[in-house]
């Protein structure tokens, strides 16, 4: 099966952070499981080069626009490698694929009449490129709103309401989890939708209307369209392949830009809407959201890292937090359930089975499942039963859940050994069938950890003397003849 997995195309205007991080690593972990499905899968992410506030910022810091784009967004693309993020495509919307797909979307919009000029007038946050019609101050960036006012370009967004309406509750997994569902039906039964702007002369950074040179293109239906451009042309083969299976990853902030205004304008266009929309929480510091307009929030990806691995940061924001709701960030806590989970409890399981496997067997030893104890046998199936409910427990996003039953399995696993207490087993067939048992455990737990911590689960595959590349039909196989070879640390306690 062919998926298409996007990111945000995060905006351009400064060095990423904690936040945009966290949203990629839930879009990676998905990807990497539905690859150990055996899924043709691509992940997509970008920058969002437009718009007025770039504009502005690039102007203060004294470098051109161009540089000034070139620089965050090679920052973004970097950190995405640095964090062992695995992004197929990544899209710059300053680029000429790009202009030339936001034009045809545009001119399809307009030819279906849903386009017409006039005049706006009301407040604007520059951060969010968004227009409000209540209220002095952005909620999201608790700036204050700007009065703007100019000629602009109208989508006929108000005739969609109800159309929205009927798509979302006929499809009840389309935006998730339940809850965002929810909040995008309230909005738009509660409210009455107005027709959007979609054109400033406010600006001039950005992609040029077609026929009127004194207007660019809206940065959000710009951006948006970067999800489509990122696969070619509107005609093109890889486009047609992937699109009908997208999945967009995004924060909750951005919500209405995705389940509201996005699907009227593909709709409008012609084209075919995304599968889902898949919206995380926010990360908090102290309660605040991070954002780059509140240095105080602002922590760098890298420097978290440099403690404690693109794992380990991966796994704990991947586990510590149920998709949609926010976490408030504390560095003592980041720490302590990474001691715990994969020190302490993934770690030292590897670490003892190797030794001991080494010690009495060290040309490695060979078994059927004929030959097998149904002692044994229930630990296997109890280790297969819980890859089960992981694999439920992921497909419906609830990758917090997931990250449980992981690291569960390990302390399974771990508590099995010490009942068992092979160390004290003298009979050497009894105490060979034990160990050929948790060598087939220890890698069906690797296929659980792939999506979460795919750096240790690369090394403890090569403690266990497996192939590098896990794929979960691996979960229903049993290998005759099973060795091992020391590894060192899986993941050393962290000390900070």
Not at 100 to 122: C, F, M, P, S, T
Not at 126 to 151: A, I, K, M, W
Not at 205 to 226: C, E, F, K, R, S
Not at 290 to 307: A, G
């Amino acid at each position: 099966m062919k998926q298409y997995l996007t990111t945000p195309i995060y905006y351009a205007s400064g060095s990423p952070h904690l936040g945009h991080a966290y949203t990629t690593f839930v879009a990676d972990c998905y990807k990497r499981y539905r690859r150990l499905r055996g899924d043709d899968v691509l992940l997509t992410s970008g920058t969002d080069e437009h718009g007025q506030k770039i504009e502005r910022i690039a102007e203060l810091s004294g470098e051109s626009i161009g540089s000034f784009i070139d620089t965050h967004s090679d920052e973004f693309l970097n950190l995405w490698k640095n964090l062992d993020i695995d992004v197929d495509l990544f899209e710059r919307t300053s680029s000429s694929t790009h202009k030339e797909l936001v034009i045809d979307i545009w001119q399809r919009i307009r030819a279906n009449g849903d386009i017409y000029k006039g005049h706006y007038e009301g407040l604007y946050c520059v951060d969010c490129e968004q227009y409000f019609t209540v209220g002095d101050q952005c909620p999201v960036h608790r700036t204050p709103l700007e009065n703007f006012s100019e000629e602009s370009y109208f989508f006929r967004l108000s005739a969609y309401q109800q159309k929205l309406i009927d798509h979302i509750e006929a499809n009840p997994d389309f935006i998730v989890p339940g809850s965002r569902r929810n909040e995008v039906l309230s909005f738009l039964k509660n409210s009455e939708l107005h027709d959007l702007s979609i054109s400033r002369t406010s600006t001039q950074w950005g992609i040029t209307v077609p026929d009127d040179p004194g207007h660019v293109v809206y940065v959000w239906l710009d951006a948006l369209a970067a999800y489509l451009s990122a696969l070619g042309g509107l005609s093109s083969k890889k486009l047609g392949c992937y699109w009908s299976n997208s999945f967009h990853f995004i924060g909750k902030d951005i919500l209405i830009f995705h389940a509201v205004y996005w699907p009227a304008f593909l709709w409008s266009a012609g084209l075919e809407l995304p599968k889902k929309i898949v919206v995380n929480g926010w990360l908090t510091v102290e309660g605040r959201k991070i954002s780059k307009s509140d240095p105080e929030t602002v922590i760098d990806p890298l420097s978290l890292t440099d403690l404690v691995g693109s794992d380990g940061l991966k796994y704990y924001f991947l586990k510590t937090v149920s998709l949609g709701l926010d976490l408030d960030f504390r560095r003592s806590h980041l720490i302590d359930v990474l001691n715990a989970d994969l020190a302490n409890n993934l770690g030292n399981l590897f670490s003892r089975f190797i030794k001991l496997f080494i010690k009495h067997f060290p040309d490695g030893l060979e078994y059927s499942s004929d030959n097998i104890a149904l002692v044994n046998k229930d630990l296997l199936q109890s280790i297969r039963d819980n890859a089960n409910k992981f694999a439920t427990a992921i497909e419906r996003f609830d990758l917090s859940q997931a990250a449980r039953l992981f690291i569960e399995t390990a302390a399974l696993v771990n508590a099995n050994i010490q009942r068992r207490e092979p160390w004290k087993i003298v009979d050497r067939d009894e105490l060979g069938q034990y160990l050929w048992t948790l060598h087939h455990c220890l890698g069906y737990l690797t296929l659980l950890g792939a999506s979460f911590v795919p750096g240790l689960t690369d090394k403890a595959r090569i403690g266990l003397n497996l192939d590098a590349e896990p794929a979960w039909t691996d979960l229903y196989c049993q290998r005759r003849y099973v060795s091992v070879r020391l590894i060192g640390s899986l993941f050393p306690r962290i000390h900070g």
